[in-house]
């Protein structure tokens, strides 16, 4: 990650705790009330609202839903929705900065939306990885297109490799993570989809 991506990051991290701080708030929640709603402990949820902390992808959508939000409304101020959204690179949202994930970059795309029924970002997976942290898993579905560089999605059972122009569709809920492999870093482009929104 460049100086500047971390400089954004951390500053879309500080956004982040003071929105999650804000909505518990404006919901009339304890700490311990929402960290019980999103399964989380009160000490970790704490150390969110205090940016002293970096959620994951997994943590941000408990957290979204418990508070009756999209990821959106969660990691930024969204303006007025729109029907016709053009998203620059410069409008990307980091929201896990590389501490709390090992490498990864998360950029989420077209937070000036508020109602959607899918939450895109794009995604930069370590070359390295900890293969003593937990597969992750969420609600949903997840389609993962290739961008640029080559990378690897890993399951319990199963490694799919996949390079510039591929793409995986799976049940998000399968455990899983992904690492760059090759000379340059990967970028996917990463759609998740809420079945609970497309069928409202």
Do not use: C
């Amino acid at each position: 990650m460049t100086s500047k991506q971390e400089s954004s990051a951390d500053a879309s991290a500080a956004n982040l705790a003071e929105r999650l701080a804000e909505l518990r708030k404006l919901n009339g929640l304890t700490l311990e009330e929402l960290a019980t709603r999103a399964s989380l402990t009160k000490s970790y949820l704490s150390k969110l609202e205090r940016g002293l902390s970096s959620p994951t992808i997994a943590t941000v959508l408990k957290l979204a839903e418990a508070l009756g939000v999209t990821v959106d409304q969660l990691i930024a101020k969204p303006d007025r929705a729109n029907e016709i959204l053009h998203v620059t690179p410069a409008d990307r949202v980091p929201f896990s900065p590389s501490l709390e994930r090992n490498g990864y970059l998360y950029e989420a795309i077209a937070t000036a939306r508020a109602d959607k029924t899918m939450m895109p970002f794009i995604m930069s997976p370590p070359f390295t990885i900890n293969e003593e942290q937990p597969l992750a898993s969420h609600a949903g579905e997840e389609l993962i297109f290739v961008v640029q560089g080559e990378m690897e999605v890993l399951f319990e059972h199963r490694t799919v490799r996949m390079k510039a122009g591929d793409s995986l569709y799976f049940n998000a809920s399968i455990p899983h993570r992904s690492r760059s492999i090759g000379k340059k870093q990967a970028q996917a482009l990463v759609v998740v989809g809420d079945r609970k929104k497309t069928s409202q």
